[in-house]
């Protein structure tokens, strides 16, 4: 099993930036590739970023691209989002994600969750 915590979230206004945390405990996290989703009310839940194994490889959702930046430390067992210039419409709960070897954009595809992490972008 894989235990993810998250951390960081809040609330910032637009413009401003963030740096969401997952750190990751249990079986060898370099095994497994890491989403970020979020989930904003009355919305279904989307994929933001998500990167592989070794970080070599991202993904993201069209909405971040050029502002959110995804990146692994294996060594600390932990993912980053990094999210600047920050928007109103990114306000939601964000969550990490992990899935067994390979980068997924599927929520369903993500066997391990986080507890989620409010973010509010205020305008």
């Known amino acids: 099993q894989v235990q993810l915590v998250q951390s960081g979230g809040g609330l910032v206004q637009a413009g401003g930036s963030l740096r969401l945390s997952c750190a990751a405990s249990?079986?060898?996290?370099?095994?497994?590739?890491v989403g970020w989703f979020r989930q904003a009310p009355g919305k279904q839940r989307e994929f933001v970023a998500g990167?592989?194994?070794?970080?070599?490889?991202?993904a993201y959702a069209d909405s971040v691209k050029g502002r959110f930046t995804i990146s692994r430390d294996n060594a600390k067992n932990t993912v980053y989002l990094q999210m600047n210039s920050l928007k109103p419409e990114d306000t939601g709960v964000y969550y990490c994600?992990?899935?067994?070897?390979?980068?997924?954009?599927?929520?369903?595809?993500?066997?391990?969750w986080g507890q989620g992490t409010q973010v509010t972008v205020s305008s």
């Open positions: 990167t592989s194994l070794s970080g070599g490889s991202t």
């Open positions: 994600a992990a899935a067994e070897y390979r980068l997924c954009i599927l929520g369903y595809e993500y066997e391990y």
């Open positions: 249990g079986r060898t996290f370099d095994q497994y590739a």
